[in-house]
């Protein structure tokens, strides 16, 4: 009874905790979907304030349908993060596999490197990477997005699956490679359905990144043809004049797709997290 009463204020204190921090990180995203709902004036005048019949309206929706190329710049991010989540849990998934099967002498050196590549950012290396994409001629291409985020995702997925793959049973592995099943074949029939929380957690946290990156596109596709989303609400943005409603209206619709992955995820993602809580 005394450990029940002992522990219902840590309860209490560490759901406050996150309730605080839910509210501090949603509020910016409040803040973006009521103002993409008003007129200018309403914006300036009262940020926080929910639109009402006089202040609502949907210009900024208007002008980014019609002035931007939203459609183009929505098709860019869409191929890119899905082609980039593609390789990051398709590779990251293998090497994970890989380094948690097999025992080989550079197996500690492989983990040490994976995790300096989760420690050191990779846009310290921006002079470098541009160098390389403009002599292999990869500038203002879907291509040279895709595997810089591909490099970018890979050391946190590698790290994060392979703790999930040790935990897979060896008798399960062992009875297939007696059924004569190659190793492909287990990987991809026996040990990606047993850790299919863990490639939700990593999704999401590999998605959301690349989704709201600016400063890739900016450097590596600048181009009309290749601008994402984040690049082409820039657009709006000019030396002496902003036009607020189309920008707020372009980052509300950027949302979406991250609402859209989390809802899709969400169940998997709170397994992934717990289960690895868990151990």
Same mark, same amino acid.
């Given at each position: 009874? *005394?450990?029940?009463?002992?522990?219902?204020?840590?309860?209490?204190?560490? $759901?406050?905790?996150?309730?605080?921090?839910?509210?501090?990180?949603?509020?910016?995203?409040?803040?973006i979907?009521? *103002?993409?709902?008003?007129?200018?004036?309403?914006?300036?005048?009262?940020?926080?304030?929910?639109?009402?019949?006089?202040?609502?309206?949907?210009?900024?929706?208007?002008?980014?349908?019609?002035?931007?190329?939203?459609?183009?710049?929505?098709?860019?991010?869409?191929?890119?993060?899905?082609?980039?989540?593609?390789?990051?849990?398709?590779?990251?998934?293998?090497?994970?596999?890989?380094?948690?099967?097999?025992?080989?002498?550079?197996?500690?050196?492989?983990?040490?490197?994976?995790?300096?590549?989760?420690?050191?950012?990779?846009?310290?290396?921006?002079?470098a990477?541009?160098?390389?994409?403009?002599?292999?001629?990869?500038?203002?291409? $879907?291509?040279?997005?895709?595997l810089?985020?591909?490099?970018?995702?890979?050391p946190?997925?590698?790290?994060?699956?392979?703790?999930?793959?040790?935990?897979?049973?060896?008798?399960?592995? *062992?009875?297939?490679?007696?059924?004569?099943?190659?190793?492909?074949?287990?990987?991809?029939?026996?040990?990606?359905?047993?850790?299919?929380?863990?490639?939700?957690?990593?999704?999401?946290?590999?998605?959301i990144?690349?989704?709201?990156?600016?400063?890739?596109?900016?450097?590596?596709?600048?181009?009309?043809?290749?601008?994402?989303?984040?690049?082409?609400?820039?657009?709006?943005?000019?030396?002496?004049?902003? *036009?607020?409603?189309?920008?707020?209206?372009a980052?509300?619709?950027?949302?979406?797709?991250?609402?859209?992955?989390?809802?899709?995820?969400?169940?998997?993602?709170?397994?992934?997290?717990?289960?690895?809580?868990?151990?």
């Amino acid at each position: 009874m *005394n450990t029940a009463r002992s522990s219902l204020p840590r309860a209490l204190a560490a $759901h406050a905790v996150l309730i605080a921090y839910t509210l501090i990180a949603l509020f910016p995203v409040f803040v973006i979907v009521i *103002n993409a709902f008003k007129e200018r004036r309403a914006i300036f005048s009262d940020p926080l304030a929910v639109p009402t019949p006089e202040s609502f309206s949907l210009i900024g929706f208007e002008t980014v349908t019609s002035q931007g190329n939203f459609l183009l710049y929505f098709q860019n991010s869409l191929i890119v993060t899905v082609a980039s989540l593609f390789c990051v849990l398709l590779f990251g998934a293998m090497a994970a596999f890989a380094l948690s099967e097999y025992r080989f002498k550079g197996n500690p050196l492989m983990a040490l490197y994976l995790a300096l590549g989760i420690m050191i950012p990779i846009r310290l290396g921006t002079v470098a990477i541009l160098q390389i994409m403009v002599a292999t001629g990869l500038v203002n291409t $879907h291509t040279a997005l895709i595997l810089v985020y591909t490099a970018q995702g890979l050391p946190l997925a590698i790290f994060i699956l392979s703790e999930f793959m040790r935990t897979v049973s060896a008798d399960l592995k *062992n009875a297939g490679r007696v059924d004569g099943l190659s190793e492909y074949r287990i990987f991809f029939t026996l040990v990606l359905p047993l850790v299919r929380p863990a490639m939700a957690t990593v999704a999401v946290f590999t998605m959301i990144p690349i989704w709201n990156d600016l400063w890739f596109p900016l450097i590596l596709a600048p181009a009309e043809a290749t601008k994402t989303v984040t690049l082409g609400a820039q657009v709006f943005i000019g030396q002496f004049v902003t *036009n607020w409603n189309a920008v707020l209206a372009a980052l509300t619709l950027a949302i979406i797709p991250v609402l859209v992955l989390y809802l899709i995820f969400s169940r998997q993602l709170i397994r992934g997290i717990t289960s690895g809580a868990v151990k």
